[in-house]
């Protein structure tokens, strides 16, 4: 028996994804599995997540996952280890104020591809685990003690789009609560173009966070920060410093 409980919740369109990557996932023995069936009314995700959270009482670790993210390692011994007084991720970005620019900082790792398994490529950052700014939202890993003791909710004017980011900001304004990337061996299954509501969501954010003093950012896409200082420049760290490339950050 896992001394912890584990509760892991998916919003699911695609039961068949849904099928491979979560309830037919033997790393995710020993936890429970919350599937919420939004083939019909397609709510948005954030009224999903305070569905759930609204409705837990009792300790628990809290997985909020995609219906095609897939951990390839067992999960329980994973969440034992970790600190209930911090988010969790596999993989984030920090924003690091620097005395000239500012210098995105990627954390964590992911393997990533295509619905059906090709253009497979593996994301790594500049360090397995440690803290950041924000978590993509693939994956978002809280305990239920932290949820009720800062009334922790998702934005419900984000839909679809940056609500983890957004978690993650807020969690840290409002309680000063840091994110932390967790090395995590897991893949997902989704790549393509960045959508119409996913730039309406990263402006809402913008204007939402754009008195704060500290720069945020989304590993989705190319340099999209908000908050803080826009006008100072920004660059996206390189593995190799030297071939570092110089990027003008712009609305």
């Not at 922790?152 to 840290?172: I, S, T």
């Not at 090395?183 to 969501?201: I, P, T, V, Y």
């Amino acid at each position: 028996m896992p001394s912890q409980k584990v509760s892991v919740v998916s919003v699911v369109r695609d039961f068949d994804m849904y099928g491979r990557c979560v309830s037919g996932n033997p790393f995710l023995e020993g936890c429970e599995l919350v599937p919420v069936d939004n083939r019909s009314e397609n709510l948005p995700v954030t009224k999903r997540y305070n569905d759930y959270l609204d409705s837990v009482h009792d300790d628990r670790w809290i997985v909020f996952c995609h219906e095609d993210w897939e951990v390839r390692e067992p999960l329980l011994p994973v969440l034992e280890k970790l600190d209930r007084g911090f988010l969790y991720g596999p993989i984030g970005v920090f924003v690091e104020e620097r005395r000239r620019s500012d210098v995105m900082i990627m954390r964590g790792g992911v393997e990533q591809s295509a619905k059906d398994g090709r253009r497979q490529v593996v994301i790594r950052g500049k360090d397995p685990s440690g803290r950041v700014d924000t978590f993509d939202c693939q994956c978002l890993i809280v305990h239920s003690s932290l949820v009720r003791m800062h009334h922790l909710r998702f934005d419900p004017h984000l839909c679809f789009d940056m609500y983890v980011e957004d978690f993650c900001v807020a969690a840290f304004e409002n309680a000063g609560i840091q994110s932390i990337a967790v090395e995590l061996k897991c893949h997902h299954h989704s790549r393509g173009s960045l959508s119409a509501s996913f730039r309406d969501s990263l402006e809402y954010v913008r204007r939402k966070y754009a008195s704060s003093r500290k720069r945020y950012a989304t590993i989705v896409g190319h340099l999209n920060t908000f908050g803080g200082d826009s006008s100072r420049n920004v660059y996206k760290w390189k593995r190799i410093p030297w071939v570092m490339l110089r990027y003008r950050f712009s609305k």
